[in-house]
Structure formats: C-alpha cells, structure tokens
C-alpha cells in the first residue's frame, strides 16, 4: 500500500472544531478514509456506499473481507434507503437507544455495496452518540463505514494517539477527539434473528434490551470458542481479536489466590492486569484497569492497558477475571478473545 501523509485534525468539540469536521467531511467524500472519534471507540470512517472504498477500509486495517463494516447514520430517515424491511421492534429500540452504543443488523437495499457488508445480505447500521461523530457524519453527507480504528487483530483504539500507532501513513486523516467514553465497541443485537440476538455484548446490556423486546438471545459464541467448522453469526466472532503480542490468560479465583498465583509464576517479562488498588500488593509488574466492581471503569481502561503491555514488553499477561454481569459481559467477551479463550480457575 502507497504510504500517505496522514492529517491530524482537531476534533474534540463540534463548534470550536468546526474546520477540522468539515475538512473530515470532504475527503469522507471525496472516497478518503478518517480515523473518527465515537462514544465506543475510534473507527475508521469511508463512504458506506462505495464497494471500493470498503475494500481501502480493509486494506488499511489488514482486515479480511469477509468481516462485514458497521455502517453509521445520525438520523433515523438515514436508515431507510439502506434497509429492505423494518423488522419488528426496531423503531422503539432505536427510540430507546439511538443515538448510542448499539447496533442493529437489517436485511440489506441494493444500494448498500456488498463489499461493505462482507458479501452478507444483512447490514449492521448504527447511529453513535459522540457529538463529533455526528458532525462528520453530517459533513460527509453520506453514511460512514467505520469497523475500528486498530489494525486487524490489535486492541481497538480509545485515543488519537493509538490511531496514529496503527493508522499512520495508511489513511488520510485522524479526527483527534480525545479518549472514548466507552472504551468497548457497541453492542451488536441481530434483528434478523428470531427472537433478536446479541451477537457481541457492549454497554447497551441485555437487560436493557428486555425492555424493549420480549425475548433477547445471547449469541454462545460471546463465551465459548466456535465450535471447529462452524459458520460464525457474526464474521467477526471467528477471528482472533484485541491482542497485545503477549500471551493473555485469564485467571479466575479471588484477589488472593490471584496474588499467590502471579507470585509462584513470576519471571522476566511477566505481568499482572489487575482491578484498580490490587496492584501494590502483588510483588510483581503490573498495571490496573478498573475497579473491581465497576465495569464501566473496566471497560474504559482496558484497550489502553493492554496496548501498553505491548510498550512495556510484556511477554504473558494474567489479568483479574471480571464478572460477566451487565456491561462486565463486554469486558469479559473482549478478554477472552485477547486471551485466545485461555482460562485458569485458580
Ligand atoms: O462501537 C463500534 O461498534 C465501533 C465504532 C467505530 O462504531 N465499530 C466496530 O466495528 O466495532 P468493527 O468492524 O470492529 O466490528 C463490527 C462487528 C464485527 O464483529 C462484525 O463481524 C459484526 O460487527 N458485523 C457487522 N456487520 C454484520 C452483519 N451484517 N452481520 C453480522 N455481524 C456483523
Ligand atoms: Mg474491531
């Protein structure tokens, strides 16, 4: 790929930034590709509805093409053109959670490029609440593929800087907005499915989404591996994800048996990720990625921790297992999948 010059610009407010969302606009559609801040996590925005802009998002992040976009809308007659049908329980769910961390799949229209769905007859569309993501949304006039921004593989990016870390020279510019809210990418619900199916946990719980809907599944792949052979509902699910270089291993068990383990497992280039205050005790390195009985603090931290595992060298990582209750189902998915599913009950 030709190395770019990447722009930074300047977006941590839709009106004093103004120049740098309408710059982002234009070379949105003029069939660039912009690395933009969202509520969740940075993605790596392209005009939705041209197949060969999609085919430059996957080539930028390294990503196989079959691993469908989400695709980006900031009003709700956006969604229309880009769906052949409505299922049941969309409108009220988009009533309840859009503008936000959710996402929903709709049988696709023809005017939504199959590049940019993977090849699928499904699209996923989701409308972000980041007031910046908005903005360009609407400078571009056009809805905006945006998987995130991290090269294929990495830990998602939660910061301009860890765009530029994986980004630079192959994009052409990087919306600064400063750290996501979030930290974790969005829920990903089915609406295809009968009853609707969570296909990825984000902050949008599934508590949340009984609310709305009488019945809500959870995909088994959020916690088990695919079963060998088996066909992924969401192509994403099938591929390693959101690792450091370090091997990560989950370790399950209280703080205690969590600090003897670490201790009789030490060696050079051995880390601990632990709840926040857990770490001064342990007598090894270490880094923190929340409190213990907050996910939503893990949730934030956890990308960036475990991008700096990778600058400190980090050769194994045991984290503290979170609890899968709420938005702790989030942390826990994205772990396991770091982790390769490998678990330790100790
Ligand atoms: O929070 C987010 O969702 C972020 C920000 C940038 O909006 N985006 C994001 O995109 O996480 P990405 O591409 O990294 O993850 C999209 C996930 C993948 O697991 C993909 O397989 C799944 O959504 N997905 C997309 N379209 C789908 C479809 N039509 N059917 C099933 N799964 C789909
Ligand atoms: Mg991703």
Request: net charge negative; aromatic share 6%; with cysteine.
């Amino acid at each position: 790929m030709d190395e770019k010059q990447t722009k930074i610009l300047s977006g941590k407010d839709p009106v004093i930034d103004r120049e740098g969302i309408e710059e982002a606009g234009r070379i949105l559609r003029d069939g660039g590709l912009v690395a933009i801040p969202t509520e969740t996590v940075y993605g790596l925005a392209g005009n939705a509805l041209q197949g060969d802009v999609a085919e430059r998002i996957f080539a930028a992040k390294g990503r196989p093409s079959d691993n469908p976009l989400i695709v980006h809308i900031s009003a709700w007659e956006q969604l229309l053109p880009l769906v052949s049908r409505i299922p049941e329980h969309a409108k009220e769910l988009a009533d309840a959670f859009w503008p936000g961390p959710l996402t929903m799949i709709f049988p696709k229209s023809g005017i939504v490029p199959t590049q940019t769905t993977g090849g699928l007859a499904t699209v996923a569309i989701r409308m972000p609440s980041h007031p910046v993501a908005r903005a360009i949304i609407d400078a571009a006039g056009v809805p905006l593929a945006a998987p995130s921004a991290n090269r294929s593989g990495r830990p998602s990016t939660t910061t301009a800087e860890h765009c530029v870390e994986d980004l630079s020279g192959r994009i052409d510019a990087i919306v600064d907005g400063g750290p996501c809210e979030f930290g974790v990418e969005s829920t990903v619900l089915s609406l295809v499915s009968v009853p609707p199916k969570i296909l990825r946990p984000g902050a949008v719980t599934k508590e949340q989404l009984e609310t709305i809907l009488p019945a809500v599944e959870v995909d088994p792949a959020v916690v088990h591996p695919l079963a060998e052979g088996a066909v992924a509902a969401s192509p994403g699910m099938k591929y390693k994800h959101y690792s450091p270089k370090a091997e990560v291993i989950l370790v399950e068990g209280s703080a205690e048996r969590f600090r003897s383990f670490f201790r009789e497992h030490l060696s050079p280039g051995t880390y601990a990720l632990v709840f926040t205050g857990e770490g001064k005790d342990l007598g090894g390195p270490y880094l923190e990625y929340g409190r213990k009985e907050d996910p939503l603090d893990q949730a934030e931290h956890l990308f960036a921790a475990l991008r700096e595992m990778d600058e400190l060298g980090a050769k194994t990582v045991y984290v503290r297992c979170p609890s899968q209750d709420g938005v702790g189902l989030a942390v826990y998915n994205r772990l396991l999948r770091a982790a390769a599913f490998e678990v330790i009950d100790v």
